[in-house]
């Protein structure tokens, strides 16, 4: 019992360290440290960026004749856009969900949030220009947010909902 209380202990001061000196390079080429109030701001735009080219993904899909070279692109784009932002979706439901994400899961959703943002910006290059009447949702609207989870709570070192670091 007390080997198995030592070895947890180990780890989740391991996974905390990690977490706290562990830094990200976003796409811009900046260097951020998770758990930061700058990796928390980014981690938030980078959220709500990816919500805003899902969903024009989604309409532009509806819109095109299924199997034309146009269609293809852009499911593909939506497919590498969900793999790259699978992690921050992950770590934004549980919290909404009120359930606890894990320092683990925390760290490699945090440490994925550059490749989402990479993904987010090649769809939206797929995508072309958003049409008129499209900004409602880049200035907060229905995109801005999923089932109530905010982008700010992708926190790779808080397991409570709503906590901000």
Known sequence: ?????FRSAVVALTLGAASGCASVTTAGGDE???????FSAYAEQVFREQNRVAGRLAFALDAEEEGSPRYRALADAEDALLEACTGLNEIAARRRDGRRAGALRGLRAARAAPDCERAAAAAAGVLGPPEAGAAGAEAGGPDAEIGGARAADVDAGSDEPGRRR
Not at 1 to 5: A, F, I, N
């Open 32 to 38: 951020l440290r998770i758990g930061s109030d700058r």
């Open 1 to 5: 019992m007390k080997g198995r209380l």
